[in-house]
């Protein structure tokens, strides 16, 4: 099928008669006729139920125009974002990151790096946290991630960020929400939270306290997870402070303990594009320049 016959499908569905929608499609009605006969061939079974007042969808044909109708919106949109694009833009730069807050001064890098290299686009693509993949099969020019996690990974360059201390995630309310910084034994007869995705820094940092510690745990699932519980009034956690988003709903307080991620962009090393380089040092830059943000 192509996006005419999707058109006509579409049309005729919404007319339920053959006449009124060749009129609509500008087409004559043997012409519709025979689209849809052709259509219903390639894909296997009717779509319409003929009759004398017209026509009207079978059960396949309705769930089958659902999809269509999907289909069509997104090509209009990539039809319409291909446009925008194409006037304003003659290159384009895709960094991968699993969240905005993951690389928290990235509106200011792309601001001031479009403002300085008229006709390169900077686009983030959001990935599940921690997947490399599709920067590996080349969906991505630049990928932030944790050190640990692509060091070992031939063929990319990696430039440092910032090291990402660990924070101690509560409500705003609760008492330790009022400390500068959280010692371990702060945690005593307190519920906290573990797993979920957790990096192996976190991990470490979590055994030690289960081992020292007096307090209960439980395994959550993933990061919404967490969050929902904290709001729960179930437990506390720890996380990585790149995961925080900075909206004030809960309190991030540093947790004292030697462990730390370390943050880099990746690239591809085939890929010599000046453009990429300047990109990945003003990033680096606007990073040391604001150090006191990670502190």
């Given at each position: 099928m192509d996006t005419k016959q999707i058109d006509y499908v579409l049309e005729l569905a919404q007319t339920q008669n053959f006449n009124r929608a060749a009129e609509n499609l500008f087409i004559s009605q043997p012409a519709l006729t025979y689209q849809i006969k052709?259509?219903?061939?390639?894909?296997?079974?009717?779509?319409?139920?003929?009759s004398p007042r017209g026509a009207v969808l079978t059960p396949a044909g309705e769930q089958f125009c659902i999809t269509l109708r999907n289909i069509r919106d997104e090509f209009r949109r990539a039809v319409e974002q291909g446009q925008n694009f194409s006037t304003r833009y003659r290159t384009n730069i895709t960094i991968g990151l699993p969240m905005r807050s993951a690389v928290y001064f990235l509106p200011k890098a792309i601001e001031i790096f479009e403002h300085d290299n008229a006709g390169i686009s900077v686009t983030p693509h959001y990935l599940p946290l921690y997947d490399v993949s599709a920067f590996l099969?080349?969906?991505?020019?630049?990928?932030?991630?944790?050190?640990?996690?692509?060091?070992?990974?031939?063929?990319?360059?990696?430039?440092?960020?910032?090291?990402?201390?660990?924070?101690?995630?509560?409500?705003?309310?609760?008492?330790?929400?009022?400390?500068?910084?959280?010692?371990?034994?702060?945690?005593?007869?307190?519920?906290l939270m573990i797993g979920g995705g957790s990096p192996p820094e976190l991990r470490a940092v979590q055994q030690r306290i289960i081992e020292t510690v007096n307090l209960s745990y439980f395994n959550s699932s993933d990061r919404e997870t967490t969050l929902t519980n904290i709001t729960a009034h179930k437990g506390i956690c720890l996380a990585p402070g790149f995961l925080n988003d900075h909206n004030g709903e809960f309190a991030w307080i540093p947790f004292n303990c030697p462990e730390y991620i370390d943050c880099v962009l990746c690239t591809h090393s085939g890929d010599k594009r000046e453009s990429i380089k300047d990109f990945v040092k003003l990033l680096q830059k606007i990073y040391r320049d604001n150090e006191w943000f990670m502190a």
């Open positions: 052709l259509i219903e061939s390639e894909v296997g079974f009717a779509l319409f139920e003929r099969k080349g969906e991505e020019d630049i990928l932030f991630s944790r050190l640990k996690n692509i060091r070992n990974i031939p063929g990319i360059k990696i430039y440092p960020l910032f090291k990402s201390r660990i924070y101690l995630i509560t409500e705003r309310t609760d008492p330790l929400a009022q400390k500068e910084i959280i010692q371990p034994e702060d945690l005593e007869g307190r519920t």
